[in-house]
């Protein structure tokens, strides 16, 4: 399985409640506001904007939480001042992680995050320590059972797509982030699913993991998703899925 979309596809399967959707609104309505800050809150002229309201609008958020969020950024409405940061280090197993997060006290989150690391036994490191195992990608997932091969692959080499891949019963189509927007377009005009979109970062590579190991790393990487200053965790790690199955996730 990919490391890109392991820890989404687990949170799939565990399934949604609403104490998640609350935080997840936290986190969208954070980055509708730094994306309005730093681009404009033009949504057309802003891509970062675009794929932050898009992906508000797909998980049900309100017109008027996402119309709040952006004039927070431009100014239009007093808001708090969120500063935008990565942290890197190792989890259990040695795997990789990056921990992407948007806070108003970078003191409380760096205490929060490396307190998270330490409980399951990883560690935080200097900056680039991890982000070189790592590509800036654009992603785009479609349900496979929605989207036909033949559809999709066509699709996806008349957008200009780099790549595509069955990956845990999804169609997941890559692109270079430059081509992002470019790509979304053409498949938007394509009689398709609405699919995830979103630029992130994917592992070069892999690192299986069982037992305890496993165990923990999930645990970590869902303590952090848990912060509400943490907008993302990108971790390179494979878990078969009968160790999930084995951990009551699968």
């Not at 979309?5 to 936290?26: E, M, P, V």
């Not at 891509?47 to 996402?66: F, G």
């Not at 197993?93 to 989150?109: E, F, I, K, P, Y």
């Not at 692109?175 to 498949?187: A, G, M, N, Y």
Request: aromatic letters at 6%.
């Amino acid at each position: 399985m990919s490391g890109h979309s392991k820890w989404s596809t687990i949170k799939r399967k565990k399934g949604a409640n609403d104490a998640a959707r609350g935080k997840l609104f936290t986190k969208l309505i954070r980055e509708i506001t730094i994306a309005a800050k730093s681009g404009g809150g033009d949504v057309e002229a802003n891509p970062r904007l675009r794929t932050a309201v898009e992906k508000a609008k797909a998980n049900s958020m309100p017109k008027d939480n996402i119309d709040r969020g952006i004039k927070k950024g431009i100014g239009d409405l007093d808001g708090v001042k969120y500063e935008e940061f990565t942290y890197e280090g190792y989890g259990p197993g040695g795997v990789a992680l990056m921990v992407h997060c948007l806070s108003d006290n970078r003191n409380r989150t760096t205490a929060d995050v490396r307190h998270s690391f330490t409980k399951y036994g990883g560690n935080l490191g200097e900056t680039g320590c991890v982000g070189y195992l790592f590509d800036r990608r654009g992603v785009f997932t479609f349900d496979a059972e929605k989207v036909e091969e033949e559809i999709i692959m066509e699709a996806a080499i008349e957008a200009g797509a780099e790549d595509i891949k069955e990956e845990d019963g999804d169609w997941v189509v890559y692109t270079d982030p430059v081509d992002f927007e470019t790509v979304r377009e053409k498949l938007n005009k394509i009689d398709l699913s609405d699919p995830d979109a979103e630029i992130t970062m994917v592992p070069q590579t892999t690192l299986t993991l069982t037992g305890k190991a496993a165990s923990s790393a999930l645990k970590l990487v869902d303590l952090l998703e848990e912060n509400d200053d943490v907008q993302n965790v990108y971790t390179n790690f494979d878990i078969p899925e009968e160790v999930l199955a084995a951990l009551e996730i699968g």
